[in-house]
């Protein structure tokens, strides 16, 4: 509701009855609506041309788009919003687009590990590479509080910037020993036929139903 009501404010009018505004958003399961949304028409129907461009780091990608006018809106991580706000940038946020579940298996994150790795729990981390989607970000938080849960400090891993993407493959070389997963790449990766761990859900380290991201 929040991106028709002031993209029709703020976006930018091109030829016709449509109003053309831009999304930056990255490419994981709580922007499919979005996407959904611009194949099957609802946003024409409001009288919206939308074109999307994907941000695979997330907010890092999202928020300097967004002070530079190359996007109208974005969903970049809660962190990310609060992280901007706090440096001055000239952004605000309009509404929640995504919580995490309540339970395990509803959980949008996961920490994931090879299976012939052995690694099965958080605490076997330590020491250990696990790959975050940005630095200082959400990811971060979150696997720091799942170390902190598993009486680890926050810094008993080294984080490893990789966008979600590219994970996978980061995990299949070997060249971290987990990532902060989510969809659709959890499922890309399993239908790999790559034998995986689910060391842990993350979102839950901190709270049930947990606001992910914001429209800015």
Request: proline share 6%; no cysteine; charged share 10%.
């Amino acid at each position: 509701t929040e991106i028709y009501t002031l993209s029709l404010h703020d976006a930018l009018p091109i030829s016709g009855n449509l109003t053309h505004i831009t999304l930056s958003m990255i490419p994981i399961e709580d922007a499919a609506p979005v996407y959904i949304g611009k194949e099957k028409g609802f946003f024409a129907k409001q009288g919206l041309d939308v074109t999307i461009n994907q941000a695979p780091s997330g907010g890092p990608q999202i928020l300097p788009a967004l002070v530079s006018g190359q996007a109208q809106f974005g969903d970049p991580a809660v962190m990310d919003l609060v992280l901007a706000v706090s440096k001055g940038l000239p952004v605000i946020g309009v509404g929640v687009e995504s919580h995490s579940g309540s339970t395990t298996a509803t959980d949008m994150f996961q920490l994931i590990s090879l299976k012939s790795s052995g690694i099965t729990s958080v605490s076997q981390l330590k020491g250990k590479k696990v790959a975050v989607n940005a630095l200082n970000g959400l990811g971060q938080v979150l696997v720091g509080a799942a170390l902190r849960n598993a009486g680890l400090p926050v810094n008993a891993v080294t984080y490893v910037p990789i966008n979600f993407p590219d994970m996978n493959a980061a995990l299949q070389a070997g060249r971290v020993s987990a990532i902060w997963q989510t969809e659709p790449f959890l499922t890309q990766l399993k239908q790999s036929g790559t034998q995986v761990n689910v060391v842990s859900p993350t979102s839950l380290a901190i709270s049930k139903n947990l606001p992910i991201s914001v429209w800015v």
